[in-house]
């Protein structure tokens, strides 16, 4: 803090230096103590951040806090669905879900960690809104849910080989000239990602590896 | 129409057939390509392609520090730009702990709901000429460059504003030009009384409009949508009154909501939005506070490690949010955009299914869609 002929207390708001909101224990608030009560150890934590409760769950219980969430808390609107990329994490991909409750006005974030191989279960069953939402997860991340109705690439193109916002897809993007760079073209994949820039795909993982051996490989 | 119902002879012994609808065609307001299973002249299904104007706006968000990346929310819904700078820099402010003063926040609410009305005059003006009114264009067109001057003299630009800046705005309103917005916000609701005029008891416009594309409350909250969408279902939610931001708990305006959910209602919402949007502007033209435009703040703006926010504003099509995820860097380590125009069209085909082809023209416009919001 810098010193000041002031005192803080006497600036207006937009005078202080910011601050930056913290996270809070969010244990006490209704929603996530019935939820906590209900589910117990799949609600991994409840904290808040600037007033928006942010529930982190069990993928394999992320279909039912949602529907609990829906049909005894009211948030009857799916909002907002989108992938995060975290490629340091045992499980990379973290699924965030923002719920809305018209009866109560609040927000609630559900949050949940899955990985490459793993599969989220899908929501469209309790909110058909979840439906493009999470094909453009897939397509841009690589996240799996299971239960989609039809999991397509939604915003790149079928064929189109790799997922852009994952952290290791270079920037530059990828070389799409098909048709002009034989060489760089797979007929039975489409263009091939990281083409002339270097960059090439993760090689499927092989069977006989589990997941814990990838890990240590990756250290 | 083939007279042939779901179970029915079919014309010429074929049942179904598939029409692809776009993704060059005048009526999807940019590249947009519908799969249609038709029946005759019924819709029986609709599949929606989009993504030809996919940019990787998301990754471009991820390259930028939070500053520079106002200009790329510009290109999301490029007729209200204004918006989705309001709609970042809010979410912005919200994750670095910024407080607006505010003259910043009321010149945001006049931009904004200039913007809105802006927004609106393309929607009618393209509604109406895709649906074969051709004379609200004109008249659209002419409000909408007045707006569109008063842009250009706020901040140098027409189209892509680049109008607001974490903390506060980048320039004061120049001289005169609380004057030349408040004349056109006075004369505004005559203009609209003219569009009004040419529509709203047209027999026409009403054949057309009335009892096409009925989209029940509790379908249209399945399925995502907000906005005017929404309240012309009957659903009274607007985020500006729900969950008010910068001034808009200190204006008075009032949220038109319609029941029927068809395409005339949602049209009569938008007409008497604009209206209440010059209202809103008249208001905060009035009340004007003094004082400082720009809020204390470091050159370089950094969130806090694993700080994440959703802020969300009520655009011209609805909820407009932004969540973004910060790593203790000077850029968003992730910036996703919860596009408004996205979640509205998935209910398209719940609304086009059992309406004619020229239907679904209508029904393309009353969605009030931007490809460069949904495609990103």
């Known amino acids: 803090m810098s010193e000041t002929h002031q005192s803080a207390a006497e600036l207006a708001p ?66 907002d669905l989108c992938g995060v990329d975290f490629p340091k994490r045992p499980e990379r991909f973290e699924v965030v879900v923002h719920l809305y409750s018209f009866a109560a006005n609040r927000r609630v974030r559900v949050k949940t960690a899955v990985g490459e191989e793993g599969a989220v279960p899908s929501l469209v069953p309790v909110f058909p809104a979840a439906n493009w939402p999470e094909r453009e997860a897939w397509d841009m991340f690589g996240i799996r849910f299971e239960g989609h109705p039809d999991l397509t690439r939604i915003l790149l193109w079928e064929g189109f080989n790799g997922h852009p916002l994952r952290k290791d897809f270079p920037v530059e993007g990828i070389d799409t000239g098909a048709a002009i760079y034989p060489e760089y073209y797979d007929a039975r994949q489409g263009p091939v990602a990281g083409a002339g820039t270097g960059w090439k795909p993760k090689p499927p993982a092989e069977p006989e590896k589990g997941d814990a051996a990838e890990e240590e490989e990756k250290k | 129409m083939s007279g042939a ?111 809105r009305i802006s927004s609106h005059l393309v929607w009618l003006a393209t509604h109406a000429i895709d649906i074969g009114a051709m004379t609200p264009f004109f008249y659209c067109f002419r409000e909408r460059e007045v707006i569109l001057d008063l842009f250009e003299q706020y901040c140098g630009a027409r189209l892509t504003l680049n109008c607001m800046r974490p903390g506060g705005q980048p320039y004061d309103l120049p001289q005169g030009w609380v004057d030349r917005c408040g004349e056109f916000v006075a004369d505004f609701p005559a203009k609209v009384a003219e569009y009004e005029g040419l529509l709203t008891e047209n027999r026409i416009w009403k054949r057309r409009t009335v009892g096409v594309g009925v989209l029940p409350p509790e379908t249209a909250i399945a399925y995502g949508v907000t906005g005017p969408m929404l309240r012309g279902s009957g659903v009274a939610w607007d985020l500006r009154k729900a969950m008010p931001y910068e001034a808009y708990g200190e204006v008075e305006f009032d949220v038109p909501v319609y029941a029927n959910g068809d395409t005339y209602d949602r049209y009569l919402v938008r007409m008497e939005e604009m209206r209440q949007s010059a209202r809103i502007v008249r208001q905060c033209l009035e009340r004007l506070p003094g004082g400082p435009i720009m809020a204390k703040r470091p050159r370089v703006l950094k969130a806090a490690a694993e700080a994440e926010v959703y802020h969300a504003v009520e655009g011209p099509k609805g909820e407009l949010g932004f969540y973004i995820v910060g790593d203790g860097g000077p850029n968003p380590y992730r910036c996703h955009v919860r596009p408004t125009s996205f979640m509205n069209l998935q209910a398209l085909p719940e609304m086009a299914r059992g309406a004619l082809i020229s239907d679904l023209v209508a029904l393309i416009g009353t969605v009030d869609i931007v490809l460069g919001e949904i495609d990103r």
């Open chain 1, 14 to 79: 937009w005078e202080r230096d910011p601050v930056a909101p913290q996270w809070r224990e969010a244990a006490d608030d209704p929603v996530a103590r019935a939820l906590a009560e209900r589910f117990g150890e799949a609600v991994a934590s409840m904290r808040s951040l600037a007033g928006d409760l942010t529930l982190a769950v069990r993928r394999e219980a992320l279909r039912e806090v949602c529907t609990a969430l829906k049909e005894e808390h009211g948030f009857d609107l799916l909002v």
């Open chain 2, 5 to 115: 119902g779901p179970a029915g002879e079919a014309l010429f012994g074929l049942r179904e057939m598939e029409l692809n609808f776009g993704p060059q065609h005048p009526a999807t307001h940019g590249v947009m390509r519908l799969k249609l299973k038709v029946d005759g002249e019924r819709i029986v299904d609709c599949y929606p392609i989009i993504g030809y104007l996919h940019r990787g706006t998301e990754k471009l968000f991820e390259l930028h520090p939070f500053f520079q990346n106002v200009p790329h929310t510009d290109r999301l819904d490029y007729v209200a730009a204004a918006t989705n700078n309001l709609a970042y820099v809010g979410a912005v402010e919200k994750l670095v702990g910024l407080e607006v003063p505010p003259r910043a926040r009321y010149i945001r609410v006049i931009l904004a709901e200039l913007q």
